[in-house]
């Protein structure tokens, strides 16, 4: 059974959210602030935690980005923020996922369970590794290496890298690596992936690799292998 997060400071919220996840048969455990999350997720290992951003206290793109720094659990923000920095912001952190309130629960079940489905399908298997020049991927474990260094990458980092090395030599538009990479029909500014390219590429500058991904003008994405 998996087990979820709910933090959010309306009890509404929380007991609307509650309610449609137990009926989908998620193991669910409530917070009304971002204080007490990061000591119980060692504790309780929750699989997924869904996240408001504006509560007492420690608010939830603060809380997001303390996780980040212990686990790569998936994040999903259910915010009434509704502005695009606010969007941007919460993915660059980390997130997997925005929903803004009012949302449907409905629509809220099925983002955690395409989620779920990602993350089942990749640990299923032995694990895979893709080279590309001095990168190697391993899609199992999930994470990318550089000459043996790990190179630390968000969740949705990480699923852009995956799906340019997979299919290498191949150009992308944006809009189809937002259907690839998010799996729905994604509510927002295609620039959230200009935004994941630009930290991919620091990122591989930092480390010094030799790939690089390249900008197809007019039309997205790819890395040449």
């Known amino acids: 059974m998996k087990h979820i997060f709910v933090v959010d400071d309306e009890k509404n919220i929380r007991d609307l959210i509650e309610k449609y996840l137990v009926k989908e048969g998620y193991k669910v455990t409530t917070f009304f602030d971002g204080n007490t999350v990061a000591g119980e997720i060692p504790r309780l290992k929750p699989d997924l935690i869904v996240l408001d951003i504006m509560m007492p206290g420690i608010d939830g793109l603060e809380l997001c980005k303390n996780i980040r720094k212990e686990t790569d659990i998936p994040i999903i923000f259910v915010s009434a923020k509704d502005e ?23 629509e809220l079940v099925v983002r955690i369970r395409n989620i779920f489905k990602r993350l089942d399908k990749v640990n299923s298997g032995d694990d895979k590794v893709i080279d590309i020049k001095d990168l190697k991927l391993y899609q199992s474990r999930r994470y990318l290496e550089k000459d043996g260094e790990v190179i630390n990458l968000t969740t949705k980092e ?52 030799e790939v690089e991904i390249s900008t197809v003008w007019g039309y997205g994405y790819r890395v040449d292998g």
Do not use: C, Q
């Open 84 to 106: 695009e920095i606010d969007r941007i912001l919460g993915l660059e952190l980390g997130a997997d996922d925005y929903l803004s309130k009012p949302f449907s629960p409905r």
């Open 158 to 209: 990480y699923e852009l890298m995956e799906y340019l090395m997979v299919n290498k030599n191949m150009p992308f538009t944006r809009e189809k690596l937002i259907d690839e990479i998010w799996g729905y029909d994604f509510f927002g500014e295609t620039r959230v992936i200009d935004d994941l390219v630009k930290r991919l590429r620091k990122k591989l500058k930092e480390h010094k690799s």
